[in-house]
Nanobody
């Protein structure tokens, strides 16, 4: 079993930045990938960014050029640096870890972009 704890959410003005963190407990199996998802009120959860074990990254079109996912393997932590935030980025952001044992989710952290 893997526990994930997200942090870094909050209220930010349009155009501002936030950095989310997701700390993972020790994984029994090698990590295949870690992702950030988000879910806005009344909408389905959507994939925002992925980073694989090899360091390859992928982003949703809506965040390309504004968000950056990174990983600190020594700390078992994945980050999501978000810049040029807009109200459309308002959502609960979830971290997901994928290993041979399955998928594990964090509890989510709220990001609100508002003036």
């Amino acid at each position: 079993q893997v526990q994930l704890v997200e942090s870094g959410g909050g209220l930010v003005q349009p155009g501002g930045s936030l950095r989310l963190s997701c700390a993972a407990s020790r994984s029994r199996f090698n990590i295949i990938a870690m992702d950030w998802y988000r879910q806005a009120p009344g909408k389905q959860r959507e994939l925002v960014a992925t980073i694989t074990s090899s360091g390859s990254t992928n982003y949703a079109d809506s965040v390309k050029g504004r968000f950056a996912i990174s990983r600190d393997n020594a700390k078992n932590t994945v980050y999501l640096q978000m810049t040029s935030l807009t109200p459309d980025d308002t959502a609960v952001y979830y971290c997901r870890l994928w290993n041979a044992g399955g998928n594990y989710w964090g509890q989510g952290t709220q990001v609100t972009v508002s003036s």
